[in-house]
């Protein structure tokens, strides 16, 4: 598949160059500048040690350029690939110097965006029978969270809000202080613009009709039962979408879907997926 949307080149550019900052330190790669002539060419292979999804080959192109402009990164395939055991991810050229400083920042970057790409696809695939989407959180990696999504979405998952800017989303906690689930969605309504989307969270279904005598745009269930979620979606209606959330594994994510909320948004995604097994070695010869 295409990869579904690109990484903004400046973005990129800034988290990479602070991650190469941190790993060059005060003087730089000094055992590659002790052991490999400035002269010195190689050839070497990004590979996959184990199967899964790409995301981020552009991230990793963007460490070894940074090193040296001279260094030629040539992907073997695109993100949002499946990839086997042993599959090549992308070829890289040039100043022998370079790419081997900057190799542990690239497949830093490469290993925890396949990740989250591989395990999304893994919940993905267990909901496609139905209709429900699998999305993400706001619990990403400090500083790495539009790459992050931007993995999930390499993973055929959905992004639900970037950050506290872009969406009104009323939690149990902003019910609490503003007196209530009514109180709460009219002073939303009375201060967000009309291209904000107004999501609230509910955990019982009493508080579920208050959100359909107020309105909303979406009404966020909140660690429900199932038979509590088919209730919820069938008092819903179609009049909002409806999403689930809570403690969603592997495991569950299936019957949660077949309830027909529209969306599940999974943490897991993003604050526990593990790092794909990438290595990058030198070809000889």
Request: charged share 20%.
């Amino acid at each position: 598949m295409t990869a579904p949307w690109t990484l903004p080149a400046l973005h990129v550019e800034e988290a990479v160059r602070a991650a190469l900052a941190e790993d060059f330190g005060r003087a730089g790669d000094i055992t590659t500048q002790a052991t490999i002539p400035e002269t010195a060419h190689a050839r070497a292979v990004i590979a996959a040690r184990e199967a899964g999804v790409v995301a981020g080959l552009g991230v990793a192109a963007a460490a070894f350029r940074l090193v040296d402009p001279a260094v030629v990164f040539t992907p073997a395939t695109q993100d949002g690939a499946r990839i086997g055991e042993g599959d090549v991810l992308a070829r890289i050229e040039g100043p022998a110097r370079a790419i081997l400083s900057a190799e542990r920042v690239a497949l830093n970057f490469l290993g925890r965006l396949c990740g989250v790409a591989t395990l999304t696809a893994r919940y993905a695939e267990k909901i496609a029978h139905t209709k429900a989407k699998v999305c993400d959180t706001r619990k990403t990696t400090p500083l790495l969270r539009a790459f992050e999504k931007y993995a999930v979405r390499c993973g055929r998952g959905a992004n639900h809000r970037f950050g506290l800017d872009d969406a009104v989303l009323i939690k149990d906690n902003h019910i609490a202080v503003a007196g209530g689930v009514g109180p709460a969605l009219r002073a939303a309504k009375a201060f967000a613009g009309h291209m904000v989307k107004i999501e609230i969270e509910v955990d019982t279904l009493a508080q579920l009709e208050e959100v359909l005598a107020e309105g909303a745009d979406i009404v966020l269930l909140d660690n429900m039962a199932l038979d509590s979620l088919r209730a919820a979606v069938a008092l819903i209606g179609g009049a909002m979408r409806a999403e689930a959330s809570g403690g969603v594994t592997l495991e569950t994510i299936a019957a949660i879907a077949e309830t027909g909320v529209d969306l599940i948004s999974v943490g897991a995604l993003t604050h526990s997926a593990k790092t794909l097994d990438l290595g990058l070695d030198i070809e000889i010869g």
